[in-house]
Every structure is written in C-alpha cells, then in structure tokens.
C-alpha cells in the first residue's frame, strides 16, 4: 500500500515554539495530505500538496515533499495550546487513500 | 451544510448480534469509506466504494460487510460481532479515491463495544 509513516510517534512543545512532524510513504503518489484528529474524534483535512510542487503554506501550516526521499513534513508555526492533536499523513495515488499511525502533538501553554 | 453522519456515536453490545452502522454523506461523493481506529495502530481501512454497487476490500475487512445501494450511504454490517470488533469507527468520503480533490470529509465516529 502507500501508507504515510509518521514520525515522531509523539512530541511535545512549549506554546509559541515551532512543530516539525515527518511522512514517509512507499510508492509513486498523485498527491499528499495532511490530517488533524482531536481526541476521539474525525479526521479534519488540513492541507494537500500534489507530487509537482514541493512545498506549499496555508496560515501557520508549511507542508513540503520530497518525491526522491518519498518523504513530506509539516511544520506548525508559533504552536498554541489548540493545536494539541493527533497529525495524520496521507499518500493518495492509485490506490485508496491509506494514513499512517499518526504523531500526537502536545502543545503545553 | 457538508458532513458525513454516523450513528449510532456509541454502540455496546453481545457478542454475535448482527450490527449496523449507518454512514451518509450530502456532498455527492464518488467514493466512501470504513476505517477502523485502534491505540498503537492507527487507522486501518475495512471497506472502501468508488460508486454505487461498486464495493472492494480494505487492509482489515474480515467480519465486515458492507453495501452501496445508493450514493449517499454506506453502511458498515457485523453480522456476528466479536470482541475484536470493539474500535472507534470511522466513514469518510470523497470526490475522488485520490488525486486532486481526494479530500476525504470523516463522520465524527462510532464507538463500538462488543462484549
């Protein structure tokens, strides 16, 4: 399958700093994506890059991908208390969108 | 609005006991999903349609069933619920399986017992 692989499992930082989670993912892509889950709860779509472009923003959120390393990050700037959460990526090519296990962030004011 | 709905949100009950879980959507989506979410495992797919009648295997769906009779539901059955069953449930849809306009819309989730 493309599952995305995330990494770290877990990490944890002081409100104001900046937050970096990684993707790896197996095979060719038609686009990545980014998910936010809060505890218990659905899967929120935050951001997409597609395979030609390799980075991309969207408010304090910077996605990049790297199609040689099959590889993306998202970095979340200037982190808050709400963006303590659980962060999902998500390759998308010929087969069913498949998300890896996550990164749960902890954001502590 | 645009939102994918499940119910019921909580769901305990007896091992063997037909299920069901019931998932619509009110965007007009091609394609649906099941995912199951278990601590340690992230999401697992069951089922997933790419359009009415049109239904295919996940990476989990033994014990599962499902049906796409009609676009904007997807129901997900257990026709004879075991305790392994017990997860949080998640639907989800999108325009396409992938590609641009993959963005997959989730239900809020069905939190299943079996006991």
């Known amino acids: 399958s493309q599952q995305g692989e995330e990494d770290p499992q877990a990490l944890s930082i002081q409100e104001g700093e900046n937050a970096t989670m990684n993707c790896s993912y197996k095979?060719?892509?038609?686009?990545l994506q980014w998910y936010r889950q809060n505890s218990g709860r659905g899967l929120v779509h935050l951001i997409l890059i597609r395979s030609n472009e390799r980075e991309k923003h969207s408010g304090r959120l910077r996605v990049t991908l790297d199609t040689s390393k099959k590889s993306s990050s998202l970095l979340i700037t200037a982190s808050r208390a709400a963006d303590t959460a659980s962060y999902f990526c998500a390759a998308s090519g010929n087969t069913p969108l498949v998300f890896g296990k996550g990164t749960r962030l902890s954001v502590i004011a | 609005e645009a939102q994918v709905t499940q119910n019921p949100r909580y769901l305990i009950t007896v091992t063997g006991k037909k299920l069901t879980v019931t998932c619509s959507q009110n965007m007009n989506h091609e394609y649906m999903s099941w995912y199951r979410q278990d601590p340690g495992l992230g999401l697992r797919q069951i089922y997933y349609s790419m359009n009415v009648e049109v239904t295919d295997k996940g990476d989990v769906p033994e014990g599962y069933k499902v049906s796409r009779k009609e676009k904007r539901n997807f129901p997900l059955i257990l026709e004879s619920p075991s305790p392994n069953q017990t997860s949080l449930y998640f639907c989800?849809?999108?325009?396409?399986?992938?590609?641009?306009?993959?963005?997959?819309?989730f239900g809020q989730g069905t939190r299943l017992t079996v006991v």
């Open positions: 095979t060719s892509i038609n686009n």
């Open positions: 989800a849809s999108s325009f396409t399986r992938g590609g641009t306009g993959g963005e997959a819309f």
